[in-house]
């Protein structure tokens, strides 16, 4: 089997990246890995030294099957350097596996995503494959299927990127005009129909409410592991846009996780523990606090990053 591309996108963050590149080595697939690295630019001069750590670091990598850097020349942003990047990936290899600087990952992690990606790139019901797991209170299947889709590292295809729909407005007319409001929101449990509103707005720049949206809305599925394969150790409070917080902290897997023949349908007890989980972290007042702990979730937390 071929191993997938990973695309990485870095910004200002040099011990981050070290620790999700260093990580990602541990992985005996790497080995046979492309690794394609986009590295934003300075929005301004306050992250510049930094981004020029960050760039200096990527320079020396090894132990890949190739590496390839893009130093972006004009700061993008979190949102448009990874729709243009997944795009660009998936154009040119046809899937690619997706992390950011703060996603220290399992040694499992490439089997599970390989693994997954070609189980099921013929099956248009199968949007992606994930890697993190909410620290949920009960076991969940040693791996199960969720409508929609997630971010803290992921894979596609190029056909399932294809459904990726920019335009928020768009998804949110969708979504009220079915009535799926409250399914979207994990049955009222946590707001993110109200963060998509709020990207609309230009409060947030998230592609990651979009891509959920998108995939949600094509009645799409992604496969998950039962024990989580990616650990972020990005809400520690080293960014603008959120808190410190250790809600989304778990153990990592410690033994390979199967993909294996089930049932290509949603796992109403995962999607219920799931629900359990957002409702346990949702914020007491979430009109004004959503956007921050959207922050926490969803990685808005980098200098200048756009997000």
Known sequence: MTCAPVALFVYNRP??????VEALLANPEALETPLLV??????????????????????GIAG????SVVERESNFGLARSIIDGVSSVCEQHGRVIILEDDLVTSPYFLKFMNDGLEKYRD????????????PVERELP?????????????????????LFEPDGRRLLDELKRRKLTCQFDFDGRYPYTKMLKDQIAGKNNSWAIRWYASAFLNDKLTLYPGRS????????GSGTHCSETRDFSGELATAPIAVRNIAVGESLSA?????????RTRPPF??????????QIQRLRRNGYGK
Do not use: M
Not at 38 to 58: C, H, I, Y
Not at 142 to 162: I, V
Not at 229 to 236: E, K, P, Q, R, T
Not at 271 to 279: C, I, M, T, V, Y
């Open 142 to 162: 040693e791996s199960f299927f969720l409508k929609g889709a997630d971010c803290w590292g992921w894979a596609t295809w190029k056909r399932g990127w294809e």
């Open 38 to 59: 986009f590295s934003d630019a300075p929005k301004d001069g306050t992250a510049r030294n930094a981004v020029a750590e960050v760039r200096s670091f990527l320079r």
């Open 15 to 20: 011990w981050h990246t070290r620790q999700t």
């Open 64 to 67: 890949f099957k190739s590496v």
């Open 286 to 295: 979430p009109v004004r606090v959503a956007n921050k702990v959207f922050g």
């Open 271 to 279: 999607r219920q523990l799931f629900a359990e989980f957002h409702k």
């Open 123 to 134: 099956d248009q019901r199968v949007i992606s494959i994930h890697g993190y797991i909410y």
């Open 229 to 236: 394969l990616v650990h972020n150790i990005g809400a520690d």
